[in-house]
């Protein structure tokens, strides 16, 4: 039987079962191909010219599910006041949850609050809490833009998206991509099985132990932003991106 269904995938790329989907049946055709590439380039082109004068950013990863009675929405909410009194705009997925929170902590003390929403049948509108925002197709595209435009990044709890984002972050730092660019996770309670996690890798050689060495775990704001600000005033000089007229960019 289960040759004569791989034998039916093979010739229909179906099972016959509505709502099922197998990519067993190789390479999409040609144009479909080429159309997915245009979409990505196209996507990346208005992520660039949504952000690019929205510098220079600290990213706020966290989940979409914490309501503003939690402890973490109200952490997250200092955290964004903080980058604002820092002089940095807040960026974030632009969702609710600790988004939320980060973007409405910076708008809420006169700070650059933006976002880079997600198209998702749930939890995809924007908050209110932000001056511009872009909403982009694609999970991976979401994730460049969130890296680019920022000099440090800070994850609160979170479910895969937030696991997803940490990892990514932590990989590009640890291949060099992103270089110096510290990473504050929060809080203790919640992070610290992976953080010892972590260093179990290091003990078994999986991973250096420079590769953590610009992270750190905390439960507060100021110590967080003090990790921050030491590696960027060592390390990092802002110079303002200004608009180009003919571009018909505007800040």
Same mark, same amino acid.
Request: some cysteine.
């Given at each position: 039987?289960?040759?004569?269904?791989? $034998?039916?995938?093979?010739?229909?790329?179906?099972?016959?079962?509505?709502?099922?989907?197998?990519?067993?049946?190789?390479?999409?055709?040609?144009?479909?191909?080429?159309?997915?590439?245009?979409?990505?380039?196209?996507?990346?082109?208005?992520?660039?010219?949504?952000?690019?004068?929205?510098?220079?950013?600290?990213?706020?990863?966290?989940?979409?599910?914490?309501?503003?009675?939690?402890?973490?929405?109200?952490?997250?909410?200092?955290?964004?006041?903080?980058?604002?009194?820092?002089?940095?705009?807040?960026?974030?997925?632009?969702?609710?949850?600790?988004?939320?929170?980060?973007?409405?902590?910076?708008?809420?003390?006169?700070?650059?609050?933006?976002?880079?929403?997600?198209?998702?049948?749930?939890?995809?509108?924007?908050?209110?809490?932000?001056?511009?925002?872009?909403?982009?197709?694609?999970?991976?595209?979401?994730?460049?833009?969130?890296?680019?435009?920022?000099?440090? $990044?800070?994850?609160?709890?979170?479910? $895969?998206?937030?696991?997803?984002?940490?990892?990514?972050?932590?990989?590009?730092?640890?291949?060099?991509?992103?270089?110096?660019?510290?990473?504050?996770?929060?809080?203790?309670? $919640?992070?610290?099985?992976?953080?010892?996690?972590?260093?179990?890798?290091?003990?078994?050689?999986?991973?250096?132990?420079?590769?953590?060495?610009?992270?750190?775990?905390?439960?507060?704001?100021?110590?967080?932003?003090?990790?921050?600000?030491?590696?960027?005033?060592?390390?990092?000089?802002?110079?303002?991106?200004?608009?180009r007229w003919w571009l018909f960019?505007?800040?």
């Amino acid at each position: 039987m289960r040759w004569l269904l791989v $034998f039916g995938l093979m010739v229909t790329g179906k099972t016959g079962t509505a709502g099922q989907h197998f990519y067993l049946d190789g390479p999409k055709p040609r144009h479909r191909e080429l159309g997915f590439a245009i979409r990505v380039f196209s996507q990346f082109i208005k992520g660039f010219r949504a952000l690019h004068f929205v510098g220079p950013c600290i990213t706020v990863f966290g989940s979409a599910r914490f309501q503003p009675e939690h402890n973490y929405y109200q952490l997250a909410r200092a955290y964004g006041a903080a980058i604002a009194r820092a002089g940095f705009t807040t960026i974030t997925g632009g969702g609710p949850g600790i988004m939320e929170a980060a973007n409405r902590g910076a708008f809420e003390n006169g700070g650059h609050s933006v976002g880079c929403n997600i198209q998702l049948p749930r939890e995809q509108f924007h908050n209110p809490y932000m001056q511009k925002w872009v909403t982009i197709r694609y999970f991976f595209v979401r994730k460049v833009l969130l890296l680019k435009y920022s000099y440090a $990044f800070v994850v609160f709890p979170g479910g $895969f998206g937030t696991m997803d984002e940490l990892f990514e972050t932590l990989t590009l730092v640890q291949t060099g991509i992103i270089q110096r660019f510290p990473v504050v996770v929060l809080d203790r309670k $919640f992070y610290l099985a992976l953080m010892e996690f972590l260093e179990s890798m290091v003990n078994q050689g999986t991973i250096g132990r420079e590769d953590l060495k610009l992270v750190l775990l905390t439960d507060d704001v100021p110590s967080g932003m003090d990790h921050i600000m030491k590696y960027i005033d060592q390390n990092y000089v802002v110079r303002p991106r200004l608009p180009r007229w003919w571009l018909f960019e505007r800040i």
